[in-house]
């Protein structure tokens, strides 16, 4: 409750405070999206099957930013401006709002087992990759498109370049929920991984439309499978699954 409440006054505040407050308060709405993905990890790491649940969860959440990223483009923004974003967010954190008192009160304990409470060392190296894997994949993706403009790409084909690589995302997610219980965490991150390094050396390479679509295609495809799989990631190298929460 106070995550999403945290998430829904910094969405309210983006829209009315002056610029040079902005900055501070998106970092409040971060805190509270941090809270709320905790959450999400410590319940998959007490599941079963968390590579399946990830992925569907991932499938599920590529699916509404793509219809809700339309939404804004081809309605919302030019008929209310660029805020319109934020005030469609603040009618989703109402909505999940309403959603909390359904959810479960406490999750169930770890078992730790004789290492105690310490994360082993190949738990920290495996939480290091992890978080490596995403600031990269982030890093690249936020920029992407700036990136693409200085390759001399008009920023209107980077927009529909983009727009169409979420829905490769869709893709992936889905065929990460088929080959959940074929693929280790560490086949899938290191083979993922190899494949997004290959995609952008191509772009750095230069190039044209073409190349840029596909090396585009092939990075969303590659960053959305490979963390389907970073909770199995985690809970093969630490079996307790501290790691993973």
Do not use: C
Not at 68 to 96: N, W
Not at 182 to 211: C, D, E, N, P
Request: charged share 5%.
């Amino acid at each position: 409750m106070l995550a999403i409440l945290t998430v829904l006054l910094a969405n309210m505040l983006t829209i009315t405070m002056a610029p040079h407050g902005i900055v501070a308060i998106r970092a409040a709405s971060g805190l509270g999206n941090g809270m709320l993905i905790w959450l999400l990890v410590n319940l998959l790491a007490r599941s079963q099957a968390p590579t399946r649940l990830l992925a569907i969860f991932v499938t599920a959440n590529t699916s509404l930013v793509f219809i809700l990223s339309m939404a804004l483009t081809t309605y919302a923004i030019p008929q209310f401006g660029a805020m319109a974003g934020y005030g469609l967010l603040m009618v989703l954190d109402v909505l999940l709002l309403l959603i909390v008192p359904f959810l479960p009160r406490e999750f169930a304990a770890l078992q730790v087992g004789e290492a105690g409470r310490r994360v082993p060392p190949t738990g920290v190296l495996a939480l290091g990759a992890v978080m490596l894997h995403l600031t990269g994949a982030m890093a690249f993706w936020v920029y992407s498109i700036q990136i693409g403009i200085q390759s001399g790409i008009p920023a209107a084909t980077m927009q529909i370049i983009v727009g169409a690589a979420t829905g490769v995302q869709i893709v992936a997610g889905l065929l990460a929920i088929a080959l959940a219980s074929k693929l280790t965490g560490v086949q899938a991150v290191l083979g993922t991984v190899a494949i997004a390094l290959i995609s952008l050396g191509a772009t750095a390479a230069g190039g044209g439309v073409a190349l840029w679509s596909l090396s585009l295609f092939v990075f969303a495809f590659s960053w959305t499978f490979g963390p389907a799989f970073h909770i199995a990631l985690l809970i093969q190298a630490d079996p307790s699954r501290r790691a993973a929460v």
